[in-house]
């Protein structure tokens, strides 16, 4: 059923004109796509070292809550750019990003890096006078902050992967794997 609404979905997107157009152009997607990997990068670069400041591998004289209100709003701009180019690349290939196993991983995974972002800062911010100048964070911040950094990583190789077609859905696949793609036509016709 969910797959079905997804697909539908995606293909009224691909209906609209501008979803061609863009896909099919010869600089824009590639100007949109490179703005997409500069800005993750300027988002994870600033999200590391909070990360690792708060894993107390970094910084470890430097208050945590020094070095988070510092990157903390350059790493939000490239978050806001990252994720608007993110939405305008899916724009351009509706139908197949949805049915890539890749990309279907990928949201998870940014939904899931989401919830632990907003838990890690509320944990952070409750917290921050009972430990910011210590070397370690507590146990939990670490456990927040190693979090982040592996969904981080999940994020970013999926979304690598998403380019390659090993399980797109006209190969022949098991059963499961036309269900997890989203291969609503491909699952209709399986024997």
């Known amino acids: 059923m969910l797959n079905e609404w997804l697909l539908a979905f995606a293909r009224w997107l691909d209906t609209f004109s501008w979803s061609t157009q863009l896909h099919e152009s010869y600089y824009m997607y590639a100007w949109i796509e490179s703005t997409h990997v500069l800005t993750l990068m ?13 894993l107390g591998l970094i910084f470890p004289k430097v ?5 988070a209100a510092k990157l903390d709003k350059p790493m939000m701009i490239g978050f806001a750019v990252m994720i608007i ?3 305008i690349l899916y724009f351009a290939i509706p139908v197949r990003s949805t049915q890539s196993i890749w ?3 990928k949201v998870v995974l940014l ?3 989401g919830i632990n972002a907003l838990l890690f800062r509320n944990r952070m911010r409750a917290s921050t006078d009972t ?10 911040i ?3 902050a190693g979090l982040s950094l592996a969904l981080w990583s999940g994020v970013v190789v999926t979304g690598r992967t998403i380019a390659y ?6 190969k022949e696949l098991p059963f499961f794997m036309y269900w997890v793609a989203g291969c609503v036509d491909e699952m209709a016709s399986y024997p």
């Open 85 to 87: 180019t993110g939405f």
């Open 42 to 54: 300027v988002f994870l670069g600033m999200l590391c070292v909070i990360d690792l400041r708060m």
């Open 63 to 67: 208050p945590a809550s020094v070095i």
């Open 103 to 105: 990309f279907r991983i």
């Open 165 to 170: 077609d090993w399980y797109d859905c006209h």
């Open 142 to 144: 670490r456990v927040g």
């Open 131 to 140: 430990w910011d100048l210590d070397r370690v964070p507590p146990k939990r």
């Open 111 to 113: 939904i899931a890096a």
